[in-house]
């Protein structure tokens, strides 16, 4: 089973700051925070990912609270193009299995 | 950076007949790729790992004699669907751990269609 939590769907205003949360109250010491998200169709694409630091890349920016049960990640100026399925995954490295949640559907609102 | 190449993006097959899906990556080496079925509207379900040189490991209710899984090199990952049938039909995603990077990267995936 997956190790997360997400909101099933949320709107997002073009240009706006999309946040989207995520829960992982059993994370491990050792378990990665991995955000990817899906495009209608296509592949899972990665975004970034985190151990107890924030992090940012050019893509998005991700905030772990510092008791490691939650996260957000951070699209700074969302655009239409950013509608897709965002997927929180918890693991400890990437040679690991992915196990998928239900991730959150973000629309991006022109 | 590290691509996954997943072939063909569409297949049409009729029942009965078997339907082979490659994934390969590009630019390095994977011992070890995954396999993902995904209804419509659901997530991806982890099928199967398919591991370089030895048998794959199949999640539980997957039918290993219906989804084989051949990892015959270090770049070629092969998930074939034998005696399809039209509940076969799904968006079917390779995936790999990618090489020097921290993270997996996922192939285009496959819509195979039985009819």
């Known amino acids: 089973d997956a190790k997360t939590t997400q909101p099933p769907s949320m709107d997002c205003a073009e240009g706006r700051a999309a946040n989207l949360p995520c829960n992982h109250s059993t994370i491990s010491g050792n378990e990665y925070v991995y955000w990817y998200r899906q495009i209608h169709s296509q592949g899972p694409q990665y975004i970034i990912h985190g151990l107890k630091n924030n992090e940012t890349n050019e893509m998005a920016s991700l905030i772990i609270t510092e008791d490691r049960k939650s996260s957000t990640l951070i699209l700074p100026h969302a655009t239409l193009r950013d509608t897709a399925v965002y997927y929180c995954?918890?693991?400890?490295?990437?040679?690991?299995?992915?196990?998928f949640g239900k991730g959150t559907r973000l629309h991006i609102l022109p | 950076g590290a691509v996954v190449s997943q072939h063909p993006s569409w297949v049409i097959c009729k029942s009965g007949t078997s339907v082979k899906i490659e994934c390969r990556s590009l630019?390095?080496?994977?011992?070890?790729m995954f396999w993902y079925r995904q209804f419509p509207k659901q997530s991806l379900m982890l099928m199967a790992t398919?591991?370089?040189?030895?048998?794959?490991?199949?999640e539980q209710g997957v039918e290993k004699d219906k989804f084989l899984i051949n990892h015959a090199s270090l770049t070629l990952s092969t998930l074939t669907v034998t005696s399809a049938h039209p509940e076969d039909s799904s968006f079917y995603i390779c995936s790999a751990p990618g090489g020097q990077k921290s993270e997996a990267f996922f192939g285009q995936g496959t819509r195979l269609t039985v009819v």
């Open positions: 995954i918890v693991s400890m490295n990437r040679d690991d299995k992915i196990i």
């Open positions: 630019d390095f080496q994977a011992t070890t």
């Open positions: 398919s591991n370089e040189g030895s048998k794959a490991t199949y």
